[in-house]
């Protein structure tokens, strides 16, 4: 399941972004059925599983670093998962990506290493 991520953007430490996650138009995959996770990558790093969301019962996961300031989301009438982030940061700095997962108490996992389009956000301070 090959996810794309959009809703990218510049912003001022202490602001907000929503971030938007959908398959692609052609895969007629229904997003509430799978696990789905938020990564985020800086030049020279791995990619971070910083928040999940489960199938099923919704259970939630979330870095400590962005515990209290995202909320992952769903909304099954749109086919679609949110990462809405507040008081963000310039450590926030990345490219953001969504992927179906296996969401654990440990944080998200990818199961296989293939990614859809991630967003680039920037918190200049």
């Known amino acids: 399941v090959q996810l794309q991520a959009s809703g990218g953007g510049l912003v001022q430490a202490g602001g907000s972004l929503r971030l938007s996650c959908a398959p692609s138009?052609?895969?007629?995959?229904?997003?509430?059925?799978?696990?789905i996770g938020w990564f985020r990558q800086t030049p020279g790093e791995e990619r971070l599983g910083i928040t999940c969301?489960?199938?099923?019962?919704?259970?939630?996961y979330y870095r400590e670093s962005v515990r209290g300031r995202f909320t992952i989301s769903r909304d099954t009438n749109r086919n679609m998962v949110y990462l809405e982030m507040n008081n963000l940061r310039p450590e926030d700095t990345a490219v953001y990506y969504c992927?179906?997962?296996?969401?654990?108490?440990?944080?998200?996992?990818?199961?296989?290493?293939?990614w859809g389009q991630g967003t680039q956000v920037t918190v200049s301070s």
């Open positions: 992927a179906q997962v296996r969401c654990t108490g440990y944080g998200p996992i990818r199961l296989r290493d293939v």
């Open positions: 138009r052609s895969s007629g995959i229904t997003l509430d059925r799978y696990a």
């Open positions: 969301i489960s199938s099923g019962n919704g259970s939630r």
